[in-house]
């Protein structure tokens, strides 16, 4: 099974700053099994980013992912007032198990 | 537009059963490996386990944490797919989610259905 492990645990930022999410894995990830959700209080998921960096549709270009091997960011420039929420990185590499990362809450500063 | 709706969600008994349904529509339902993802209260999303799609053969997988308990099943002609956890325990109490989506990613989700053990 491979574990995510993201850092920071909470990250405050003010809107128009940049914010740079981790998320590294115990084994090694194909790019194309890396993906990154956000959610909202009462929401469900929202796939941000697929295949590392791919922007999933509707998804505005200030998200932005990039990493390989066993490190992987997600990058959020110029925050604005509705990025505040919880991010979480998912593999999905075969054989299963898909695991999720324990999430990095985003909070306004 | 793609729609997954969950049901079946309430309260269980500890050692009882409980079966969840997901009704899909707008994708061709057959070919979508369907996951299930659950939530609990506070807590992060864990990953249950999904069943492939029919073209795939349409075996299962389940997270180690729900292997024996939890049975994912499908009905084409439906569009749905169904989890059923059995001996419920407390700690089984989460939101549950239908997923699926392409790229290796879930890209469509439900709206979450609410299951709470307890006696």
């Known amino acids: 099974e491979i574990f995510l492990t993201q850092s920071p645990g909470t990250l405050s930022l003010s809107p128009g700053e940049r914010a740079t999410l981790s998320c590294r894995a115990s084994?090694?990830?194909?790019?194309?099994?890396l993906a990154w959700y956000q959610q909202k209080p009462g929401q469900a998921p929202r796939l941000l980013i697929y295949g590392t960096s791919s922007r999933a549709a509707g998804i505005p270009d200030r998200f932005s992912g990039s990493g390989s091997g066993t490190d992987f960011t997600l990058t959020i420039t110029r925050l604005e007032p509705e990025d505040f929420a919880i991010y979480y990185c998912q593999q999905s590499s075969r054989p299963p198990p898909y695991t999720f990362g324990q999430g990095t809450k985003l909070e306004m500063k | 537009e793609v729609q997954l709706v969950e049901s079946g969600g309430g309260l269980g008994q500890p050692g009882r059963s409980l079966r969840l349904s997901c009704l899909t529509s707008?994708?061709?339902?057959?070919?979508?490996?369907m996951n299930w993802v659950r939530q609990a209260p506070g807590k992060g999303l864990e990953w249950i386990g999904f069943i492939r799609g029919d073209i795939y053969g349409g075996t299962v997988e389940y997270a180690a944490s729900v292997k024996g308990r939890a049975t994912i099943s499908r009905d084409d002609s439906k569009e749905t797919s169904y989890l059923q956890m059995d001996s419920l325990r407390v700690e089984d109490t989460a939101v549950y989610y239908c997923?699926?989506?392409?790229?290796?990613?879930?890209?469509?989700w439900g709206q979450g259905a609410l299951v709470t053990v307890s006696s």
């Open positions: 084994q090694s990830v194909s790019i194309s099994y």
């Open positions: 997923t699926t989506g392409t790229h290796f990613a879930f890209d469509f």
């Open positions: 707008g994708i061709t339902f057959r070919s979508y490996d």
